[in-house]
T-cell receptor, first 117, second 111 residues
Framework: SQTIHQWPATLVQPVGSPLSLECTVE??????LYWYRQAAGRGLQLLFY??????ISSEVPQNLSASRPQDRQFILSSKKLLLSDSGFYLC????FGQGAPGANVLTFGAGSRLTVL | DAKTTQPPSMDCAEGRAANLPCNHS???????VYWYRQIHSQGPQYIIH???NNETNEMASLIITEDRKSSTLILPHATLRDTAVYYC????????????FGTGTRLQVFP
């Protein structure tokens, strides 16, 4: 069965420090991968998505970047964190398909809660 | 992808059916209706999706109107564990597979 892992689960970082959040998926090949962010009391914002190794699409301009060095690994990074980067970061995966049962259904990880002080 | 409109909040008594509405009047013929929910401090969870016909699974039922401009998610016997934010999303099945979440409906199930 497929599983998705995100780490760390919680972190507190000072302003200006770097960030690296990691996400890995097991049990599937060539998944679509996503990073979402949820600020406190707000909705889910799509940050990045990737349809393959090295292929990253950014949805909104921001202080963050994403990389996909391996098929089932997705990394969210920042060189210098801002206070506004605080939030709940969620990684998700799906398998592209046309109408197949379960196609295009996103499965989310447990999330990484980032507090920037 | 078509936009959706949901009430910001709803209440439901435990054991009763919870009916969550969603308007998607600009939906096009090749767009599906998806429902997810997010329990506090967790990642969203897929519930159900459909194109034209009503759908049912172990979690819920999805009723789509004949003109497809609105739908209703039904939790037949709501429990306290169903308290969550419910998101209705419409999108094509064969594009880049992005899911854009709106603000959803906050369902509070009370004893």
């Amino acid at each position: 069965s497929q599983t998705i892992h995100q780490w760390p689960a919680t972190l507190v970082q000072p302003v200006g420090s770097p960030l690296s959040l990691e996400c890995t998926v097991e049990g599937t090949s060539n998944p679509n991968l996503y990073w979402y962010r949820q600020a406190a009391g707000r909705g889910l914002q799509l940050l990045f998505y990737s349809v393959g190794i090295g292929q990253i699409s950014s949805e909104v301009p921001q202080n963050l970047s994403a990389s996909r060095p391996q098929d089932r690994q997705f990394i969210l990074s920042s060189k210098k964190l801002l206070l506004s980067d605080s939030g709940f970061y969620l990684c998700a995966w799906s398998v592209f398909g046309q109408g197949a049962p379960g196609a295009n259904v996103l499965t989310f990880g447990a999330g990484s809660r980032l507090t920037v002080l | 992808d078509a936009k959706t409109t949901q009430p910001p909040s709803m209440d439901c008594a435990e054991g009763r059916a919870a009916n969550l509405p969603c308007n998607h009047s600009t939906i096009s013929g090749n767009e599906y209706v998806y429902w997810y929910r997010q329990i506090h401090s967790q990642g969203p969870q897929y519930i159900i999706h459909g194109l034209k016909n009503n759908e049912t699974n172990e979690m819920a039922s999805l009723i789509i109107t004949e003109d497809r401009k609105s739908s209703t998610l039904i939790l037949p016997h709501a429990t306290l564990r169903d308290t969550a934010v419910y998101y209705c999303i419409v999108r094509r099945s064969y594009n880049t597979d992005k899911l854009i979440f709106g603000t959803g409906t906050r369902l509070q199930v009370f004893p």
